[in-house]
Each structure stands twice: as structure tokens, then as C-alpha cells.
Nanobody, 124 residues
Framework: QVQLVESGGGLVEAGGSLRLSCAAS??????????MRWYRQAPGEQRELVAS????????YYADSVKGRFTISRDNAKKTVYLQMNSLKPEDTAVYYC???????????????WGQGTQVTVSS
């Protein structure tokens, strides 16, 4: 089965940086991983899209709240998407989830996958 595993979360002071990683594994080929995304969900809040990146990495999207501070990138050979987070603010505190549209081996249909999430806590 296809799995997404996030890492890199932790506790950081305001103004600091973290780099999140999300690696895909299982019955999936790197070429068949389409759009990859980062979402986040703060306590009591709806899950929101933070950033996304297309297969070739040429088209990216960022939520207004993170523009200029966060950078999404991917390494297709490693089947991994990254989120570099700079100038972190307390309001960035949330569980961050990676997400991907991917075509599993043996399937003709792209499926939507979620990781388990990684906690990011930014202290003031």
C-alpha cells in the first residue's frame, strides 16, 4: 500500500525555521506521483491548504498567510516533498499533513493519500 510519512516537525521559537519532509513509499512509482501538497490544521480550526507543487515542480501555490516565508519543493527520485518554513510565527502552530495524488502500481485510477501529520509548535 502507498504510505506518506511526514517528519521534521518540532518546537521552535518565533522567527525560527523548520524543514518538513514527506516521503512516499509502497507500491508507487515516482513518475506516478502527481500533485503534492501540505495542509495544516490548528486546534479548533479547519484544515487548510498551505502549499502545493506540481509534478515537474514548476507550478506552486501558497496560502496568503505563508507567502514569502514558506517554500515547497520536491525530489521525485526520492518521492519526497519538502516544506521549508522560515520566519515562523506562533500562528503557524498546527499539525502539518502532506497529501498527494498518486497512481498506485496496478491501478488505473489516481488516488488521494494523506500522511499522519507532524506537529509544529512555534513559541513566542
Amino acid at each position: 500500500q502507498v504510505q506518506l510519512v511526514e517528519s521534521g516537525g518540532g518546537l521552535v521559537e518565533a522567527g525560527g525555521s523548520l524543514r518538513l519532509s514527506c516521503a512516499a513509499s509502497g507500491s508507487i512509482l515516482n513518475i506516478n506521483i502527481n500533485v503534492m501538497r501540505w495542509y495544516r490544521q490548528a486546534p479548533g480550526e479547519q484544515r487548510e491548504l498551505v502549499a502545493s507543487i506540481t509534478t515537474g515542480g514548476g507550478v506552486t501555490y501558497y496560502a496568503d498567510s505563508v507567502k514569502g516565508r514558506f517554500t515547497i519543493s520536491r525530489d521525485n527520485a526520492k518521492k519526497t516533498v519538502y516544506l521549508q518554513m522560515n520566519s515562523l510565527k506562533p500562528e503557524d502552530t498546527a499539525v502539518y499533513y502532506c497529501n498527494a495524488d498518486a497512481l498506485p502500481v496496478g491501478s488505473a485510477v489516481y488516488n488521494h493519500y494523506w500522511g499522519q501529520g507532524t506537529q509544529v509548535t512555534v513559541s513566542s
